[in-house]
Structures are given as C-alpha cells and as structure tokens.
C-alpha cells in the first residue's frame, strides 16, 4: 500500500450468495465493526437484487455498495440488462468489470470489457477492471504479455482525466475461490507490472495513483502480508467477504 499517492480500497465480492433477507443483519454487523473506518474505502459489491436494500442499510456510513456487472448499453430494448445510469441512480459506486467468472462462464470478451469500463466511467461509476492469468497461462510465462493485453484493451477509451476514477484487480484465476493464494511477492509482480503498463499509457503521476488491489483467496491471516507490497493497494475478496466478522478482520490489516 502507498497511502500518500492513493486509495486503499477492500472490496467484498458476494457473487451469487447471499439473500435479501439477510443483508440487514449482515450490514449491521459490519457497520458496527467497520462502518467509521480510516483509512480505507470499503466496498460491498452484492448481486442486483440486493443492491437497494443494502444502500438503504449501508445510508450515513461510510462502507460503498458496488454492483457485479453492468450493460455496456445506456438504455433501451436489451431484456435482463442493467444500465450504469440505472446503478448510479440508484446510489451505486462501484462496479466489478470483467471478472474471471463472467469472462469464463459468459464469454464476456476484452471487447466487451472495454465497452463497459466506458459506460461506467460514463455514468459517474468506478470500475473495478479485473484481470489475471489461469494457472495454464502462468505455466507457459506469458502472465505478464496476457495482463498488458487485457490492461491496454480495458483502457483504450478512458482518457487521462478519468483515470483517477478508475480501479484494477488483479486476479489470478488459479487463485480464485481455490483456496490458493498467490505469494505476496507474486501478487506484487504483477501489480507492479500494471502500474508500469499505466505509467506507459499515461505517465508516472497517473499511474501512481491508480488503485490496483489483489484478489484470489484473500483472507484475514494472508491479507497484512498481501497488502504490505508497494503496489497493492486493496483487496477484492470472494469467500471471506460472506461473514462479516472474517472481512472486517481484512478491513482492520487494511488500516494498520
Ligand atoms: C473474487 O470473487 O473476486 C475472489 C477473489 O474470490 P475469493 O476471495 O473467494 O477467491
């Protein structure tokens, strides 16, 4: 983490879990725990569904609700489509973009990725761009040609001025609800490979303010180790996030 240069950001991935019914007592908990924390944003991004009863519980406090998913349309005849005007209207912050789960299970493409992230960034949202490489990619060492791809693909329409609004996971999907987590060295590489790919794009001052978290089996006895890397500067957590006693744990390593 470079608390002078930008935001810590831990983001809770619900996915597909959770139900209405049970989104009161879990935001009350964590508002209790972590609802005046410092120096940390917190993000709960939940399925659509859930989205208006947790902005209501979460009201006055000072954890964000994100969405998972989001059209890269603004409107219009696209049936079982959410638009960013409609999330942001809602009172939404934060969007996940990108996830290995939707690029693998839903073919969403870079292209699409793209089109999103402008979206997004068009409605006044935060893009959460989630990128990483399957353990086959790793083990053929084109990790960091892969990740560069996926960056440059997922910028290409965001100009300078909106890059301040703009956030990267890095996910490696061997890592994801696996169990595994990568080494914080490894997980530190890679976050630093994508501030050098910004730094390309847009130049030191840009990219040092960038957020870029590390996401992938990240819980509260790994998450100080994780977060110790210069270039990590967040956390975006799956399974850990489900209770909220275990994700303010992660949100406590975060403000240390
Ligand atoms: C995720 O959903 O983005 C994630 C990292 O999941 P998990 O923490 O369960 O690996």
Same mark, same amino acid.
């Given at each position: 983490m470079n608390r002078k240069y930008r935001k810590t950001v831990i983001a809770g991935n619900w996915k597909m879990n959770m139900l209405p019914s049970e989104v009161k007592p879990y935001a009350d908990t964590l508002r209790a725990l %972590?609802? +005046?924390? +410092?120096h940390c944003e917190v993000v709960i991004c939940a399925p659509f569904v859930m989205l208006p009863q947790l902005i209501k519980a979460l009201r006055d406090c000072r954890i964000a609700v994100g969405a998972q998913n989001v059209s890269d +349309?603004?409107?219009?005849?696209?049936?079982g489509e959410v638009s960013a005007n409609q999330l942001r209207d809602l009172g939404v912050k934060y969007v996940i973009i990108g996830h290995s789960e939707r690029r693998s299970?839903?073919?969403?493409t870079d292209e699409m990725v793209r089109a999103k992230v402008t979206a997004a960034i068009g409605a006044g949202l935060i893009p959460i761009i989630c990128v990483g490489e399957t353990l086959e990619q790793r083990e053929m060492g084109v990790t960091k040609d892969l990740i560069s791809m996926q960056v440059k693909l997922a910028l290409s329409a965001v100009p300078p001025e909106k890059m301040r609004r703009v956030i990267f996971a890095y996910e490696p999907v061997w890592a994801i609800g696996t169990g595994k987590t990568a080494s914080a060295e490894e997980a530190g590489e890679v976050c630093s490979h994508i501030r050098a790919i910004i730094r390309s794009l847009y130049g030191a001052r840009i990219a040092r303010a960038v957020t870029i978290q590390y996401g992938g089996s990240m819980n509260k006895d790994n998450a100080a180790q994780l977060l110790s890397?210069?270039?990590?500067?967040?956390g975006l957590i799956g399974? %850990?996030?489900?209770d909220p006693e275990h994700f303010a744990a992660i949100i406590e390593a975060a403000n240390q």
């Open positions: %972590a609802g +005046k924390t +410092k +349309k603004d409107s219009g005849a696209y049936t299970y839903f073919g969403e890397m210069p270039d990590i500067d967040g399974g %850990a996030s489900l």
